[in-house]
Each structure stands twice: as C-alpha cells, then as structure tokens.
C-alpha cells in the first residue's frame, strides 16, 4: 500500500511558478512509476508529465518546456515545477505512482492561474 501527499497548490498570477510536491510512504518508491495528471472543471483528467523509476522523463505537449517533473527517492517524493504558468493551466493537480498491477493517487492540490 502507498499513501501519496499532493502539496504546493495555490493561487499564482499568469506567468508566474509553483512547485508541486507528492510525498509517499513506504520503502520502495524507488521501483514506482510517477505521474502528475490534472483534471479543469468539466474536463477530462490529462495527463501532465510521468516520470519512470530509472528517471526517464514524458511530457504532455502542452506543458513541455515550462514544466519539469523530478524525483528524490531518498525522500520518497516527486515534484513539479511549474513556470510561465497560464490560466488554461488551472486544474486539480494528482500524482500517481503504478507498478505492475498496482496504482495508487493522491487527493490532489488545487493549482489556479490568475489572468
């Protein structure tokens, strides 16, 4: 069983950089694959940026280049940095971690973009 944490959410003008933090409990975070997706009101749930246990790195285009998704295994968290955000950005922003058959999700962190 994993427990995932979503923080770092809040109100940012346009433009402006948030981090993201998912903290997760239990000894293998290592092997996990993570994940951002955010869902808008409306919408449906997008995937934003994963991130593979050896690091490898996979972007939504609408995001690339503005957001990078990093893990610290020693801290059992992954992050998203979040800059030149934009009001289409605004969204509840979850992490996932999946293994094989396995897949966990935080309650998400409410990221909302001021024009």
């Known amino acids: 069983q994993v427990r995932l944490v979503e923080s770092g959410g809040g109100l940012v003008q346009t433009g402006g950089s948030l981090r993201l933090s998912c903290a997760a409990s239990g000894r293998t975070f290592s092997i996990y694959a993570m994940a951002w997706y955010r869902q808008a009101p409306g919408k449906q749930r997008e995937l934003v940026a994963s991130i593979s246990g050896g690091s490898s790195t996979n972007y939504a285009d609408s995001v690339k280049g503005r957001f990078t998704i990093s893990r610290d295994n020693a801290k059992n968290t992954v992050y998203l940095q979040m800059n030149s955000l934009k009001p289409g950005d605004t969204a509840v922003y979850c992490c996932?971690?999946?293994?094989?058959?396995?897949?966990?999700w935080g309650q998400g962190t409410q990221v909302t973009v001021s024009s």
């Open positions: 996932c971690a999946r293994f094989d058959s396995q897949e966990y």
